[in-house]
């Protein structure tokens, strides 16, 4: 009886997490939507300012002016980037599968993550993987990716680093996160994908982060496991089927089993 319970307690808080995160792509596509609208406009008034300045031969007469232009179209393009990236991001609640672009992944979480990164934290990527694409759930794959990056930068009190790399073995791409952040204890590693188990203080963590991340991992048949010490740091090892140009239906199947 107890431990039926117990599955029917997981069960419904598998349920309600699944909802708010539903509920969660909703208000980001629509966040990212509105964001846009504002965007195209700055992109059309900086057009015309450029159009305008060119027929004048003001644009090329003043280099600081140049200057100032090219900030600003370097500040929309960032903006329609991390639009992008959220848009992404709220495809969570759909559960269509399809060919994902792995370091596309891995570019667009940290893009979305960088205002915890910046002055804090060196990040290096050495996405080396030849086939990096994987058969996924392209906002489920944006999900874990910002959980376990989230999870890193947490564990990083002052500054720290964090390496990002990838590599093909056999039919495989192989994902490892790893940082220099405060490590966990021996003792608490068989029970970090437990649901609501967590060493972070009252109020910061949840303790369903990494059950969510293990279970969109086995959803895909992947497999994740985690190397760490106290205060040596975390080293996260994620493997992935590499995509193949096989039946996309036959492994859709077979992944929802």
Partial sequence: LESTVSQLQNTQNQLIQAEKMASLGVLTAGIAHEINNPVN??????????????????????????????????????????????????????????????????????????????DRINVTKRLNAENNFIYANDGSIHQLLINLISNAIHAIDGPGAIEIETKNSDDSIELKIIDTGSGIDKEYLDKIFDPFFTTKAPGIGTGLGLFISKRIVTEHQGQIHFQSKKNKGTTVIITFKSWSNGDASEKESTIRG
């Avoid at 300045?53 to 903006?79: C, F, P, Q, S």
């Fill in 41 to 118: 406009y700055l992109q059309a008034g900086l057009y015309s300012v450029e159009t305008i300045m060119a027929e004048k031969e003001a644009l090329t007469a003043d280099h600081e002016l140049e200057e100032v232009v090219n900030m600003m179209k370097l500040g929309i393009e960032r903006i329609t980037n991390i639009v992008k990236g959220l848009s992404r991001y709220s495809h969570g609640g759909n559960q269509s599968m399809d060919k994902c672009d792995l370091h596309e992944v891995v570019k667009t979480s940290l893009l979305i993550m960088e205002h915890e990164l910046k």
